[in-house]
């Protein structure tokens, strides 16, 4: 199992947050090699300003990844917004913490390379998110 050295920011005032142990159980259930990872839990105001400087989009996004290394020692940064979370949970009928754990998936895999942006590597990340929540419990959260 590779060895995973995890801090969690807490920069948001939601009171609905998945708790440390579950941020650890998520990110273990999709790394594949040794990873020293930093989750931020943010608002609405730290999420834009993040993704307009770093991706020049105005509005704040559910999740950025900030990779620092590559393989086979990964480190990086992964910042998810809480109220695009909930916001997003609600407009698809899936609980809270199913869509954090999805997240927390979907940045470990841009940690580890994957990306969306193009058809193929998005089915194939797809596939990879489907069968990890799947093994932590959870529904397919590409399902209508």
Known sequence: MPQLDFSLQIASNDTQLPNRHLFRRWIRAALRVDT??????????????????????????????????????????????????????AEQGKSILAHYAHMTVHGVLHLHGYDHEIEAQAELMEAIEKTVLSKLGFANPYAE
Do not use: Q
């Open 36 to 89: 020293a990872l930093t989750i931020r839990i943010v608002d609405a105001e730290e999420g834009r300003l993040l993704n307009a400087t770093y991706r020049g989009k105005d509005y704040a996004t559910n999740v950025l990844t900030f990779p620092l290394t590559e393989e086979p020692h990964l480190m990086g940064d992964i910042v998810i917004c809480a109220p695009v979370v909930v916001k997003e949970a």
